[in-house]
C-alpha cells in the first residue's frame, strides 16, 4: 500500500493512524472525518502523523 505523511512534522513522536477495518465488521468502521480530526490534533500536539492503509 502507499503511505501518505505530514514531510513538515518535526522529528521525534510519530502517531500511526491505521484507518479502515475488517470487511466482515463494517460496524467498527471510524468515520473519515473522525481520522482528520484525530490527525490535526495530534499533529497540533507535536506528533509526525503518518496514515498506512491501501486506500490511503
Known amino acids: 500500500g502507499k503511505t501518505a505523511e505530514n514531510p ?7 502517531a500511526v493512524l491505521v484507518p479502515g477495518c475488517s470487511p466482515v465488521k463494517p460496524e467498527k468502521r ?21 496514515l498506512v492503509g491501501t486506500d490511503v
Open 8 to 14: 513538515d512534522s518535526k522529528a521525534g513522536k510519530t
Open 30 to 50: 471510524w468515520p473519515e472525518q473522525h481520522y482528520a480530526s484525530l490527525a490535526r490534533l495530534l499533529h497540533d500536539a507535536g506528533y509526525r502523523v503518518t
